[in-house]
Each structure stands twice: as structure tokens, then as C-alpha cells.
């Protein structure tokens, strides 16, 4: 009984299988290299995914203008995987206008250059059965194109629907494809799904010695936006090239993201957000918990007040009494612990325009008068003070947020990131004894929190 469902219908590759003193033919050859093609593709481009690996970036001055030099623009060697995971291998070099293909510029503006797929067939030289050099390889190679306008890349994650409780497990499954069709409760799918099974189209000549080459948009990769001017004299034919403005290399180019960038990705190298370098009681955190600080050790370090030190410049105005505040807690008659804010004044410490490297907190006179130098104060019996730095409020000179991870925690450390936390320092004050102002010694105090 014939089935229904062949067995060809699932094979997708076909492999010459060679046997002892067989006579190999030409097409089994190429229909093995062929597949290995195939496969290559096929994996680059459902693993690796579509845009540049690696290199193809345009040489640029000190400035950062683009070097134009006889109306040619160096592009630096590279490698880049376009959509049907063809490999765009480029070994560095000048591109000028007359090594464009496709339509030329027709108006000054901005235009994307973007890398394509090109193919040099083998030559026939007439001759049956022999055949010159040329006739005896394919070749593949990479052209250029210029097209209108810089759309940029979307990077962004992909949208989860309102009231959606999507998992990981959820959002793997349907972004990998595995639940196909329209469910507006859930993610979309990821558009490299689709290319998977997607197949080139016919190529175009290029008009370059017998080259041939892939015109889509959608499959070539986007190298760089760059500026197109009329170079000409004036009352001359318009002549359009390369202007000297700045390009644009990052917002219209798609990454694939090679496993070394990976791991610099996971270990978060690459965004630097502001930390907490140093501040001046860290010995005082050094003794411990248990340990109290003499009050006349204290009393001579608050009235020079507590120094912070980032380990980038902090934006002035960030710095006030919402993101940066000590609090003390004392005992009540009925043993409660109560919170007070002590009233401090801000002094920058090494500033760079409207940015500080630091901030010395500073009590206010009468506080100062009142609770420390004072014959009378509610400190006297010991308290606790806490300062507290609100890294959601503080802005370095990039905009960023501050990471509140603690001082023992080393930088490089995985999985301490604390960006927007809050950033909190504890210690202690011993009971004010009779001696710290003048009088007869008194008592150690031994009370426990």
C-alpha cells in the first residue's frame, strides 16, 4: 500500500554516497559541495542570526568626521552574515562612488551603505571538453550599495501584552516558533523564524566584470548611515560622493554577537554605572557590628563631616536631601526605637562643571551645638546612625543611575549588580561617658541593641 506521507517530504539534504572504484562525475561533486553549502547557511543563519560579526567599520579622523580621500572612504576588513546566512567576507579597502551598484545617489541627503552577497559564476571559454582557469571556480564576494534615508535598528524586547503573565518558558517556546499564528495574548514570534525557510532570490548583474549580486534590502546588512553631497563646481552636473560629516555606524547596523561578546555582555562590561568608591568611615565599619564608637571619636568626626567619594562624577543637582540623608535611632522610655533625620548640608567635593567626584555631609551649627558640643542631648545614652544613599535619585554625567552594592562586594563580582538600590551604611555610638566633657569618668555601657 503506497503511503501518503513520502519520505522525501522531510528530506531536506542529499548527499553523493561514493563507493570503491566508482567513477566520479562532476555533478555528484558539486551536488556535495552544494550541501555542505547548504548546511552552512542554514546553520549561520538559525544560530547566529543576520548582521555584522566583526570589523567593517569606516576610518574616521581624530575628529570623528570620515576620512574622504579622492572621493573614496575606507571600510576596515570584516566579516557580516546576511539574512540567508551567506557570508559577507570583506578584507578591508577603499569603496568610491564608481564601486557602487544598484540605482547611485540622485540627491544629496543621508544614506545607508549596506553590505550585499555578490557571485562571480565560473567562465566558459567555448572549448568542449577543456576549459580555461576562469571556468574552473565559483567565486563569492561582497558589493555595496547606497540607498535613501537611515532607518534604524530595532533593538528593542519584544512588547509582553497587557495583563500577559508570560515565563520564560512561555516566552522561549513562542519566540523559537514552536506555537505559530496570531495570539495577541502572547509575544510575537521572532522574525528570524521566518528567514529560516527562506530562499535567495535570482541574482542581478552589478555591472562589475561579470559579478552578480543580491539586490534586496531586506537581505543585505546595513553597514553605516553616511552623508551624500553634491561635489561639483558650481553651475557644473551635479556629482554626488561622500561628504566628510560624521557617519553613524551603530544605529542602522544589526549585531551578531559573538561568544566573546557574549561573556563581556553577561559580566556586564558594557554599560558603566556610578558605585560608591570610598567613604570616610569605612574604618568605623571595619570593627564590626558589635563595636561601638567612642563618643569623642564620633563627636570630632561628625563636625568635619562624612565625606563620599564616587567612582564616577555625580551630577550636582542630584545631590540633596531626598538622595543622600543620615538617620539617627535612639531608645524611648518605653525601649521603642525612634527614627530622626538629621539636618545636614551639602559641600561638593571635586568638581567638574555641574558634576562632583564626592560629597561632604556636613550637620547643620545648631544641630551640631545642640546634640553633640551641647550639656544636654537625646545622644548621650548611644544611638545608631545610618546614612543612606537612594541610587535611583543620583545621576552620573551620563544620565545613569547609581549601582548601590556594597563596598566589600568587588566590582567584577556577578550577580551583586544593584542599580537604583539603595546604598546603606550602619554603625553605632557609644553612651557619652562623664569624661568626654570634662567630669568624672563613668560607667562603660554594656546594653545590647
Not at 546553520?43 to 575628529?63: I, P, S, T
Not at 516558533?177 to 502572547?186: H, L, Q
Not at 547596523?253 to 566573546?260: E, I, K, S, T
Request: net charge negative; hydrophobic share 35%.
Amino acid at each position: 500500500m503506497p503511503t501518503k506521507n513520502p519520505a522525501e517530504r522531510s528530506a531536506w539534504s542529499a548527499r553523493p554516497s561514493f563507493r570503491p572504484r566508482q567513477m566520479l562525475t562532476a555533478h555528484q561533486l558539486n551536488a556535495g559541495l552544494a550541501d555542505e553549502v547548504r548546511r552552512e547557511r542554514l546553520l549561520n543563519r538559525a544560530l547566529h542570526g543576520y548582521g555584522v560579526v566583526v570589523g567593517l567599520g569606516l576610518a574616521v579622523d581624530e575628529d570623528g568626521n570620515l576620512v574622504v580621500e579622492r572621493g573614496c572612504v575606507e571600510l576596515t576588513g570584516g566579516l557580516a552574515l546576511d539574512r540567508h546566512g551567506r557570508m559577507l567576507y570583506w578584507k578591508g579597502g577603499h569603496i568610491g562612488p564608481s564601486d557602487i551598484v544598484g540605482e547611485p545617489p540622485t540627491a544629496a541627503g543621508r544614506y545607508t551603505l549596506s553590505a550585499h552577497f555578490a557571485s562571480h559564476p565560473p567562465e566558459t571559454d567555448g572549448c568542449f571538453p577543456f576549459a580555461g582557469e576562469r571556468a574552473q571556480w565559483w567565486k563569492e564576494g561582497v558589493v555595496f550599495t547606497l540607498r535613501p534615508e537611515c532607518d534604524p535598528v530595532d533593538r528593542r524586547c519584544p512588547t509582553h501584552p497587557e495583563g500577559a503573565c508570560i515565563g520564560h518558558d512561555a516566552y522561549m517556546c513562542r519566540r523559537t516558533g514552536a506555537r505559530p499564528g496570531p495570539e495577541p495574548w502572547n509575544v510575537p514570534v521572532s522574525p528570524d523564524v521566518g528567514w529560516v525557510f527562506a530562499e535567495p532570490g535570482e541574482l542581478c548583474a552589478t555591472g562589475l566584470d561579470g559579478w552578480r549580486y543580491d539586490p534586496e534590502p531586506e537581505v543585505c546588512v546595513p553597514i553605516a548611515c553616511v552623508e551624500i553631497r553634491d561635489l561639483a563646481d558650481p553651475g557644473c552636473e551635479p556629482r554626488y560622493g561622500f561628504a566628510t560629516d560624521a557617519p553613524n555606524v551603530c544605529v542602522v547596523r544589526p549585531f551578531v554577537y559573538r561568544n566573546p561578546l557574549l561573556y563581556e555582555l553577561v559580566k556586564g562590561c558594557d554599560v558603566r554605572l556610578p558605585r560608591v568608591q570610598q567613604i570616610s568611615w569605612q574604618d568605623w565599619i571595619d570593627r564590626g557590628w558589635r563595636e561601638r564608637i567612642p563618643w569623642a571619636e564620633f563627636a570630632e568626626r561628625i563636625a568635619e563631616g562624612l565625606e563620599i567619594r564616587f567612582t564616577r562624577p555625580i551630577r550636582i543637582a542630584t545631590i540633596h536631601h531626598a538622595s543622600i540623608f543620615v538617620t539617627v535611632l535612639t531608645q524611648d522610655d518605653d525601649d521603642y526605637w525612634v527614627s530622626r533625620t538629621l539636618p545636614m548640608r551639602f559641600a561638593a567635593i571635586d568638581e567638574e562643571g555641574d558634576t562632583a567626584r564626592g560629597v561632604c555631609l556636613r550637620p547643620d551649627p545648631d544641630w551640631l551645638q545642640a546634640e553633640v558640643t551641647g550639656r544636654r542631648s537625646g545622644l548621650f545614652d548611644g544611638a545608631r546612625f545610618e546614612v543612606t544613599i537612594r541610587g535611583q535619585l543620583l545621576r552620573d554625567a551620563c544620565g545613569r543611575m547609581l549601582d548601590a552594592r556594597p563596598l566589600d562586594i568587588a566590582p567584577a563580582e556577578l550577580r551583586h549588580e544593584r542599580p537604583g538600590g539603595d546604598f546603606v551604611s550602619a554603625f553605632r555610638v557609644a553612651r557619652r561617658h562623664r569624661v568626654d566633657y570634662g567630669g568624672d569618668s563613668g560607667t562603660a555601657d554594656t546594653s545590647a541593641d
